[in-house]
């Protein structure tokens, strides 16, 4: 692996490429699957979930400052040896490379069912796919430059909705308060607790030093957090809990329903479009991520020449299933379920584990 | 590497500009304006599934400045047939309308009442909003007789392009108060809600001149509005909806009333008369606005609840026919606030009465205030507002009214000396 300066980004390249890769959750198909498990309390699993994977975060936090420069998958071979790293490594592999495919493929049939009803999948996927992949062929400094360059464009246009949909907004519908019951509640987040998780411990060796990494981390995290907690609200004060639970794609409709006066109506292209741009940076950032992956498991030193093959495997694995709600029913909750496990106790071990080492050392 | 990028660039170029396969020109598309859905005749809806369909196309052309708009050509753009459901009618009007007939404009849902009181007409609509071009900020109207001849009868005045005439009807009409705002999205949302009777805008047009005579100027139901002249189709009044299904209809007046009690309704102006108390040969005409929310407490308890609801209204009086000074004799004024409040009060507890007993449900959306009486979903779905509550419900009214001008002319002549 290179290790030039040059691979390093700062606080608000994290912070941009942060709250996209995570954000967009509050806008894509997983919407679904969250007001169904919490109703009109969907906004507290957010806030639920990111409060279960804090303490891992925090135990992670510690164990990578100890390793400066290394990234999760190499302390683990560090300190838990090869094989359990490798193991580790196979099991993240096969969770991002799912993830991802089956993540954009359902962007790209949502996109199709709103927006291109004529144009073939297939193409889209393929247009999509090149785009991304060429982009993350750049290399990690570029994808960061990116994000951080349309970062606030997507800003204004997020808080333009906002308060657009303010005016749309009912706000009592927030109650009952806590939709299905608070055990519901504290369940559901531990569900769901891997929607925070993925790709941060990966980010590591990619910022500067550990200082801007935690400080980058927890702010991003709060922001996002907010930011879909708010949007998730939004869907509720719009459509109420029993009917958002039918619409497949509550952003899509909010984004139809909000109009700028009373002459300018059917805005949602302006919205789309920047909410497009946010999806290929965030797709970006998932290949980057699996082909390191990749590269890491295989040994591959200059990783960056498996973009090309990872991305046209994403594009088969993302063409298998027949229709995007397949995808999200089976594939995605079941990843979602296994791998939260993966998310919530590997650090734990890797702190004991380092701290093993440490006293035999000693 | 810049000069081998080129050629593929515009290379590129020759399919990036001739468009993918969801370009299409706006010159080939109908913009649908108007959706009409009416029971079709000679089908049997137990046995079939079928509806007839109207379509009032825009005309692109008006848009263009300077441009003649085709002469004779309004008849044309407007359309009835039969169709299994109004999603798959677009293909068929295919066979003699030359462009892609789209939805993604349409501002209205026009529906027969006739329809609208069957049970076939929920899962028509809510069915419907699985095609991307539907769109939940639409507004339904209800119309008493059949909805394709409310569009064909309709002859906007002012206006040649039907869009704006429809947006301006439904602008203002709900700004008065006449009709209650009903998109798509509202109707969604209280229906799927199971708690509150949702109103539809009711429209009606000039058939058999069934005018009632004489009354207050909100009294009306559409179709009886006494008036000469003018485009033939009137939007005043509400119809009912229980869980999907119309159920009645309320007038003008009960609308307005009803948009006073819902705090989710915005109204702008409203101007309404009232007998002056102190000669009841006369009507005072007021402005009635509504600055503070409404409050409504509900105390939940073995039984049938109590409910405590202040509210609140602010007065400017804007003509006194009968001449007697209000404005600078307090006694006088007191007189008239206190009128004015058993007035209000009694058309408010009249109609909560007509809910109860006529609807068994409300229409104010009052289940927003139920709900923080709740801490989750089941225990307030199992307690049934709607159901088991509100038509039992002990209800006491507050007035909070204050009259806070008298218009831009302090004192009436007086009338004896200008006689003299």
Redesign the interface.
């Known amino acids: 692996m290179r290790k030039d300066e040059k691979d390093k980004v700062g606080f608000r390249e994290v912070l941009a490429i942060m709250v996209f890769t995570l954000g967009l959750k509050g806008t894509d198909i997983s919407t679904v699957l969250l007001l169904r498990e919490g109703l009109n309390a969907a906004w507290m699993i957010i806030i639920g979930s990111f409060l279960f994977i804090i303490p891992s975060l925090l135990i992670l936090s510690s164990v990578l400052k100890k390793h400066q420069t290394k990234n999760l998958l190499e302390i683990t071979q560090l300190t838990m040896g090869k094989p359990f790293a490798f193991l580790i490594a196979l099991s993240l592999l096969f969770f991002t490379l799912m993830n991802t495919a089956t993540d954009s493929r359902s962007y790209m049939t949502q996109l199709i069912s709103v927006n291109f009803p004529n144009t073939p999948l297939f193409i889209l996927y393929l247009c999509f796919l090149a785009l991304c992949m060429w982009v993350a062929k750049k290399g990690w400094e570029a994808i960061g430059s990116i994000a951080w360059a349309v970062f606030p464009y997507l800003m204004i246009a997020l808080a333009m909705l906002y308060v657009l949909m303010f005016k749309e907004a009912v706000f009592y519908r927030i109650f009952p308060l806590f939709g299905n019951g608070k055990w519901e509640i504290v369940k559901a987040s531990f569900n769901f607790s891997s929607l925070f998780a993925e790709l941060l411990a990966m980010m590591y060796p990619f910022v500067k030093n550990h200082k801007t990494y935690t400080r980058s981390l927890y702010s991003s995290l709060l922001l996002t957090v907010s930011l879909m907690a708010l949007m998730y609200l939004s869907y509720i004060w719009m459509f109420d809990y029993r009917s958002v639970g039918k619409i497949t794609y509550p952003f899509n409709e909010a984004i139809r329903i909000v109009s700028l006066g009373r002459n300018i109506t059917n805005i949602e292209t302006f919205f789309i479009t920047l909410w497009l741009v946010g999806v290929f940076v965030k797709f970006v950032v998932y290949i980057y991520f699996v082909s390191k992956i990749f590269g890491f498991l295989f040994h591959i030193s200059e990783f960056e020449h498996t973009i090309i093959p990872i991305s046209i495997l994403i594009l088969v694995i993302g063409m298998i299933p027949e229709n995007n709600e397949i995808s999200l029913f089976v594939i995605r909750t079941n990843t979602l379920a296994y791998f939260k496990y993966l998310f919530l106790f590997l650090p734990p071990m890797l702190w004991v584990a380092t701290k093993i080492r440490e006293v035999r050392a000693a | 590497m810049r000069r081998r990028a080129l050629p593929f660039l515009l290379f590129s170029m020759v399919f990036l500009l001739t468009g993918?396969?969801?370009k299409k020109e706006v010159e080939e598309r109908s913009y649908v304006v108007a959706i009409g859905l009416d029971l079709p005749k000679g089908v049997d809806l137990e046995k079939e599934q079928a509806v007839d369909v109207t379509f009032q196309f825009s005309n692109p052309k008006l848009n263009v400045k300077g441009a003649n708009p085709a002469e004779g050509a309004e008849m044309e753009d407007i359309i009835t047939l039969t169709a299994p459901d109004f999603v798959t009618a677009r293909n068929m009007a295919n066979s003699f309308v030359t462009r892609e007939v789209s939805f993604?404009?349409n501002k209205v849902l026009i529906i027969s009442e006739e329809l609208a009181k069957t049970e076939i007409f929920y899962r028509m609509l809510?069915t419907a909003f699985k095609d991307?071009e539907m769109?939940?900020?639409a507004n339904i109207i209800v119309t008493e007789g059949k909805a394709s001849e409310f569009i064909s009868k309709n002859k906007p005045e002012m206006m040649v392009r039907p869009h704006r005439y429809y947006?301006f009807l439904i602008?203002r009409a709900t700004e008065t108060g006449m009709v209650p705002e009903s998109t798509i999205?509202r109707f969604?949302?209280?229906t799927?809600?199971?708690a509150d009777l949702f109103l539809a805008m009711y429209g009606s047009y000039d058939k058999n001149n069934k005018e009632t005579g004489f009354q207050d100027e909100d009294q009306y139901i559409a179709g009886q509005v006494p008036k000469r002249g003018g485009n033939p189709i009137q939007l005043i009044g509400s119809a009912v909806f229980k869980e999907g299904k119309m159920i009645g209809t309320l007038t003008g007046e009960e609308t307005r009333i009803t948009r006073f009690l819902d705090?989710?309704a915005e109204l702008r102006d409203l101007f309404s008369s009232f007998q002056d108390p102190l000669d009841k040969r006369y009507k005072i005409a007021v402005r009635l606005k509504q600055t503070k929310k409404l409050k409504v407490k509900i105390k939940k308890r073995n039984g049938p609840p109590k409910i405590e609801i202040t509210y609140p209204l602010d007065v400017k009086v804007l003509s006194v026919p009968s001449m007697i000074n209000y404005a600078d004799n307090l006694e006088n004024q007191e007189k008239l606030k206190t009128a004015l409040k058993n007035k209000l009060k009694e058309n408010a507890e009249n109609l909560i009465e007509k809910t109860q007993k006529e609807f068994k449900g409300e229409p104010f959306?009052w289940s927003?205030?139920v709900?923080?009486l709740?801490?989750?979903?089941?225990?307030?779905e199992e307690w049934d507002w709607m159901n088991k509550n509100y038509p039992l419900a002990d209800i006491h009214i507050t007035m909070d009214v204050n009259i806070v001008g008298f218009g831009k002319q302090l004192k009436e002549s007086n009338i004896e000396k200008v006689r003299d």
Not at chain 2, 374 to 380: A, N, P, R, S
């Open positions: 993918c396969w969801d993604s404009h809510s991307r769109r939940r900020e947006q602008d999205n969604f949302a209280i799927d809600g199971d705090n989710t959306y927003l205030n709900r923080p709740f801490d989750t979903v089941k225990e307030y």
